[in-house]
């Protein structure tokens, strides 16, 4: 029997990519242009920009490209699921092309044509925008790109992160996924939007919206995030001080190869000469430094928590931010002083790079 003509079914059919659809589509067009296709950061993050495959690879000289789907939480942003365009969790696609290509406005104009956008019907524009992370140490030039007033894309191209200035430059679009979702769908409301043949983005998603939501304008407790910041702060610091602790005893070994060092501090085994140092160099190597980082991340979020709940004044935001700040700046430090080491040979690094005490 021949399935029943249904021609409502067919309009919503026609109504653009789903929104799963439409992460395929794109994740497929820059995988076709070389870049690796990483998943979803398993951290809570303000942005796909503060994940370890943005943040971390940007730094260096190694070519990097990838592109990656990646939740973003806004706990601010929270309208509890009753605003149509406005969500404390939106999913953004994150692409990293180091050093960039020439053609990248074109390349980024193809990756819209792939989603079926027309651009000779339809009126886009790059509006100067540049961009900032006080909490990263980033920053950067750049566009918001507009697709019939509707801002779609962010179009960066890096300059500094983590307090350090990037050679080569990386280029990095951020795609609004749920508005360019709407806007292929034609509706008003995201929550409206398709995201597969059956189910609604409102289907899946609004439950989660409302009750992040409640927590974070209404249930989080101040004391207990405050309590959390400076736990998960502290513990960072912890691991700061025993690595800078051991770039010290290297340097100690370097001036006086018979410089007593206590290695006992950093969980290694006693020995003379070169063992020693052969020990600290691999202690240094294995350092948990993503480790550090996540707990940056935490803290990011927390202090979001922290600003939905009306529980920071203008001057201890900035003191805040500060203290993110210096996290992920000596994340960054660290990072960069390993990439020139293994560039250079070298078991220490240049000690520009490197903070020799770490305090809260």
Avoid at 28 to 34: E, H, S, V
Avoid at 175 to 191: K, P, S, T, W
């Amino acid at each position: 029997m021949a399935p029943k003509h249904n021609p409502q079914e067919e309009k919503a059919e026609s109504r653009g990519l789903t929104f799963q659809d439409m992460i395929l589509d794109l994740s497929r067009f820059w995988a076709d242009q070389g870049c690796v296709l990483a998943l979803p950061y398993d951290v809570e993050v303000g942005a796909g920009t503060m994940c370890p495959e943005t943040f971390l690879r940007v730094l260096g000289r190694d070519p990097w490209r990838v592109a990656y789907v990646q939740p973003s939480r806004r706990p601010a942003d929270g309208r509890y699921g009753e605003n149509p365009n406005r969500l404390l969790k939106h999913t953004q696609m994150q692409v990293i092309l180091k050093p960039p290509p020439p053609d990248i406005q074109d390349v980024y104009l193809a990756s819209l044509e792939r989603l079926g956008i027309d651009l000779r019907h339809h009126d886009i524009r790059f509006e100067e925008d540049n961009w900032e992370a006080p909490t990263l140490g980033a920053w950067g030039i750049g566009w918001q790109v507009v697709l019939d007033g509707l801002e779609i894309t962010q179009f960066t191209y890096f300059q500094q992160c983590g307090g350090l200035d990037l050679e080569p430059i990386s280029v990095e679009l951020t795609y609004g996924l749920e508005r360019i979702a709407a806007f292929l769908q034609n509706v008003n409301n995201v929550f409206e939007v398709r995201w597969n043949k059956a189910l609604t983005y409102g289907d899946l998603r609004r439950a989660e919206e409302l009750e992040f939501s409640v927590y974070d304008f209404e249930t989080a407790s101040r004391e207990t995030c405050r309590s959390l910041f400076d736990l998960y702060e502290k513990e960072a610091a912890r691991l700061l001080d025993e690595y800078q602790r051991s770039y010290r005893a290297l340097m100690n070994r370097k001036g006086d190869e018979h410089a007593a060092v206590d290695v006992g501090a950093l969980g290694l085994k006693g020995g003379d000469g070169d063992a020693v140092t052969a020990s600290l160099n691999l202690w240094r190597r294995r350092f948990p430094l993503r480790k550090v980082y996540d707990l940056c991340l935490k803290c990011s979020h927390l202090f979001n928590i922290l600003d939905a709940r009306g529980a920071i004044s203008v001057t201890e935001r900035v003191a805040l931010i500060a203290r993110v700040r210096k996290l992920s700046c000596e994340v960054a430090r660290i990072y960069a002083e390993r990439l020139e080491r293994e560039e250079s040979g070298s078991g220490v690094g240049n000690s520009e790079f490197v903070i020799t005490n770490y305090k809260l």
